[in-house]
């Protein structure tokens, strides 16, 4: 079982909000980490969005829009990046990131689809 | 402005090596370090390695510690990632970013390479 399991896509209309999930490996308490997440449109490098442990710990990257969010469900063991007001240039795939076992781990991306 | 601007692309031969530089500027140098991370043709974001510029320490994936070489210049604020015994698999752009200093540090990679296009081929 992966690190970190992302949904591969996920659809929502412009000026909706999307909540991308980060769930992680039973066993590693999603409590107990900074959790980071990034943009990456096609052909493009990623861009650091914003990084979230809780509510008193937490970056938004710099120029980032605070209509991107972090947030954490400890009923699912899941971190959630918030996307309110959703605009056709957020269409992009986002990959979120931990510090785990002194290497960085990468969810496999989920591509958002505004349409 | 922060700026991490990498060398051009790459073809390769299996077995050979390869040497991406990623030269940095509009920060200090010496106060991060610089992760690599790699993306294979129409897949996610893999993490090679990390190396602190301020203490030399280095962090690697599993699969990688016995092929990637890390070194940074900081009289040209330059840092460097030599592949060996490349494979096919290998095949990917190859991104710099500033990290951390140090691993207990808070922080991970934020500003990011524009990329490194490596095609290994026979």
């Known amino acids: 079982q992966p690190v970190l399991t992302q949904p591969t896509s996920l659809s929502a209309s412009p000026g909706a909000s999307a909540r991308i999930t980060c769930t992680l490996r039973?066993?590693?308490?999603?409590?107990?980490?900074?959790i980071y997440w990034y943009q990456q449109k096609p052909g493009s490098l990623p861009r650091y969005l914003l990084r979230y442990k809780s509510d008193s710990d937490n970056q938004q990257g710099s120029g980032v829009p605070s209509r991107f969010s972090g947030s954490k469900d400890a009923s699912t063991n899941a971190a959630l990046l918030v996307i309110s007001g959703l605009q056709s240039e957020d269409e992009a795939d986002y990959y979120c990131?931990?510090?785990?076992?002194?290497?960085?781990?990468f969810g496999g991306g989920t591509n958002l689809i505004v349409l | 402005q922060v700026q991490l601007v990498q060398s051009g692309p790459e073809v390769k031969k299996p077995g050979a090596s390869v040497k991406v530089s990623c030269k940095t500027s509009g920060y200090t140098f010496t106060d991060y370090g610089i992760s690599w991370v790699r993306q294979a043709p129409g897949q996610g974001l893999e993490w090679l390695a990390w190396?602190?510029?301020?203490?030399?320490?280095?962090r690697y994936a599993q699969m990688f510690q016995d092929r990637v070489i890390m070194t940074t210049d900081t009289t040209t604020t330059t840092a460097y990632m030599e592949l060996r015994s490349l494979r096919s698999d290998d095949t990917a752009v190859y991104f710099c970013?500033?990290?951390?200093?140090?691993?207990?540090?808070?922080?991970?990679?934020?500003?990011w390479g524009q990329g490194t296009r490596v095609i290994v081929s026979s």
């Open positions: 039973s066993g590693i308490n999603v409590g107990t980490y900074r």
């Open positions: 190396i602190s510029v301020y203490n030399g320490n280095t």
């Open positions: 970013a500033r990290d951390a200093r140090d691993t207990a540090v808070a922080g991970g990679p934020d500003y």
């Open positions: 990131a931990i510090w785990y076992s002194n290497t960085w781990v």
